[in-house]
């Protein structure tokens, strides 16, 4: 009932930038957090960046100050801007929502399908 999609991912070289979109949709009454994960082949999925709702950010150290997370809660969307990327950025990106479904009192944690992110050197 709440799908969530990711887009935005592409081959990019070293120190270049690219943006990472999250929408969600369906029956959705409200939404906590909003979260990007990544998995890098042979590696366990790491919280990338993650963002309350109230505006509240985190990060993870490998990624501070060259990443910023954003969300637009009217359009339930949420936003990666990556700068300054390195090889080890490497990975599958996804998107995670937590929320209340609409109608309900029954939270979701739902998650996007994953976009393929490579960062040539």
């Known amino acids: 009932q709440v799908q969530v999609v990711e887009s935005g991912g592409r081959l990019v070289q070293a120190g270049g930038s690219l943006r990472l979109s999250c929408a969600a949709s369906g029956s959705i009454f409200s939404i906590n957090d909003m979260g990007w994960y990544r998995q890098a082949p042979g590696k366990q999925r790491e919280l990338v960046a993650a963002?309350?709702?109230?505006?509240?950010?985190n990060y993870a150290d490998s990624v501070t100050g060259r990443f910023t997370i954003s969300r637009d809660n009217a359009k339930m969307t949420v936003d990666l801007q990556m700068n300054s990327l390195k090889p080890e950025d490497t990975a599958v990106y996804y998107c995670?929502?937590?929320?209340?479904?609409?109608?309900?009192?029954?939270?979701?944690?739902?998650w996007g399908q994953g976009t393929q992110v490579t960062v040539s050197s």
């Open positions: 963002i309350t709702s109230g505006g509240r950010t």
């Open positions: 995670n929502v937590q929320g209340v479904v609409g109608g309900t009192n029954t939270v979701f944690d739902s």
